[in-house]
């Protein structure tokens, strides 16, 4: 064999002993050891990889680690499609199930992202988008029984005043009416609330946030047990759509997701002392957290949640671009979930496109500050908090 070959040839998988670590496969395609195992495997009558948009090794270790959080380990029905970002595995999932014509009902206050998507992707599909209080369970159903929508989608706790919505109870709504019930799960993860076992259809994770939890890679997932969808027609929609998680932003979420337990675990833990911090201090005005019994809705979140998370919000009574410049320890920046804590101001950053008179309507002052509480010790919180409001 000439140089030329011997540069370009493929060096051969052999290892000694396996690593301890699964390997982050990146190659585009898989061999076929000739025609008859090409057609059987493009046809699936065989498994075996094709082509990376397709699916690779590291997609199916991290939906089939997915299925196991949110369906257990003996799940037969449970499915997962992993995608390179939460908006994909959102867009993956409505062009999937709606075809133009069709309407789809959206809680009102939603991750800014998500939004923007729908008014002005979706609808130009030609799919019909309303937005609806959905604590108004009794007006919804009437405008349900008006526009027979394919979808109901929500996120609860929502985005970010934390209102929570009886996911049961629109389940029910939802099946009676046979809509797609569609649930936003990214602030929560499957450790403390199981959209699914309450009644929802479909659950969408950003896993860029929680599941990841160390803010280096994007990600996303549709998880349900309509197995014939999600074998067939979503899963032909994310392949088409180009919306497969990359090799190695799957191995890296893989990674993530051993320590979740832990980090939510000491997540929640500060945000409760957090939450029970700020309400006594005077400089506060307000403060959204499920987990405090003044809580609008903290009844409703003891019930459906098995924890009330780690996202909280409040209002300063003034100078809240002083506050965040002041913070030494807590970082401005626009994502949530991860290790360190962060701040947002949604009224300049998610919830910028939204026209003022609704944002105001949905509580989204500009003294608003949305908190996603981290791993760092509760003193070294309070002190940066204490500081940054004294400076
Ligand atoms: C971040 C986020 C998304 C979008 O996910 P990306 O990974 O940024 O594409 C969707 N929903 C919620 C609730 C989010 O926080």
């Known amino acids: ?46 498994a075996g990889d094709v082509y990376a948009r397709y699916g690779h090794p590291n997609h199916r270790q991290i939906a089939h680690k997915l299925v196991d959080l949110e369906f257990g380990p003996e799940s037969e029905n449970g499915r997962a499609l992993v995608t390179n970002s939460g908006m994909s595995a959102i867009n993956t999932l409505i062009t999937g199930l709606c ?107 950003s896993t860029t946030k929680y599941l990841n939890g160390h803010g280096n890679a994007l990600g996303g997932a549709i998880l349900s047990q309509h197995h014939d969808l999600m074998d067939d027609r979503l899963l032909k929609t994310m392949r088409l759509n180009g919306s497969t998680i990359s090799p190695m932003d799957a191995w890296l979420l893989g990674q993530g997701i051993k320590t979740l337990p832990l980090r939510y675990k000491a997540q929640q833990h500060n945000a409760q ?11 506060v005005s307000k403060v959204y957290y499920p987990g405090l019994t003044m809580h609008a809705n903290h009844d409703l979140a003891k019930e459906q949640m098995n924890g009330f998370g780690a996202m909280l919000s409040f209002e300063l009574k003034e100078n809240v671009d002083r506050f965040l410049r002041s913070l030494r320890l807590v970082t401005l920046a626009p994502t949530l979930g991860d290790i360190n804590s962060l701040v947002l101001h949604p009224a300049t950053m998610s919830h910028r496109n939204m026209p003022e008179k609704q944002r105001l309507e949905l509580g989204i002052t500009d003294q608003l500050i949305r908190l996603s509480v981290g791993i760092e010790h509760i003193d070294d919180l309070k002190s940066d908090i204490l500081e940054a409001l004294k400076a």
Do not use: W
């Open 1 to 46: 064999m000439k140089i030329e070959s011997l540069c370009a040839r493929e060096i051969s998988h052999s290892e000694i002993n396996p690593p301890h670590l699964e390997a982050v496969y990146l190659s585009s395609s898989y061999k076929f050891n000739g025609l008859d195992e090409g057609i059987e495997i493009f046809d699936q009558r065989k």
């Open 99 to 205: 075809t133009s014509g069709d309407k789809m009902i959206c809680a009102h206050d939603l991750y800014g992202g998500s939004s923007d998507l729908f008014h002005l992707n979706i609808s130009r599909a030609g799919i019909q988008v309303d937005e609806y209080d959905f604590s108004d369970l009794e007006g919804l159903e009437k405008k349900i029984e008006q526009t027979s929508p394919t979808i109901l989608y929500l996120e609860s706790p929502s985005n970010p005043v934390l209102r929570v919505y009886d996911i049961k109870a629109l389940a029910e709504i939802a099946k009676k009416y046979d809509s797609y019930l569609i649930v936003d799960n990214t602030f929560n993860t499957s450790l403390i609330q199981k959209p699914i076992d309450l009644g929802a259809d479909f659950v969408i994770y």
């Open 273 to 283: 002392l957090l939450a029970d911090f700020l309400n006594e201090l005077s400089q």
